[in-house]
């Protein structure tokens, strides 16, 4: 008999089966699935994907870039009085 480990996890059914569907269309199955992801952690001394929360600066750079692609933008001039009301008006 080899040297094996039998490793159980409880995850979610819903999720089980839409990743079965997946390799399954690649013609493994989850089981080997997971054996292929322990060997490739092993090769890159790592997890086998990018893993990484995005910085503070990125991520208020993907807020700004929302917001601008929301927001009108409108130029005021502050020495017309309409545009004064209009900068204090909520409404707008």
């Given amino acids: 008999m080899s040297d ?24 493994t199955n989850v089981g080997d699935a997971f054996v292929m ?16 929360r995005p910085s503070r600066t990125e991520m208020e750079k993907q807020i ?10 409108k130029k005021l001039d502050f020495s017309k009085h309409e545009d004064i009301e209009e900068f204090f008006d909520e409404e707008y």
């Fill in 37 to 52: 992801f322990l060997k490739k952690s092993e090769e890159v001394q790592g997890l086998p994907f990018e893993l990484r």
């Fill in 64 to 73: 700004i870039e929302m917001l601008d692609a929301k927001l009108p933008t």
């Fill in 4 to 27: 094996t480990r039998i490793f159980q996890k409880r995850i979610d059914n819903q999720l089980f089966l839409r990743v079965d569907n997946i390799y399954r269309s690649l013609g």
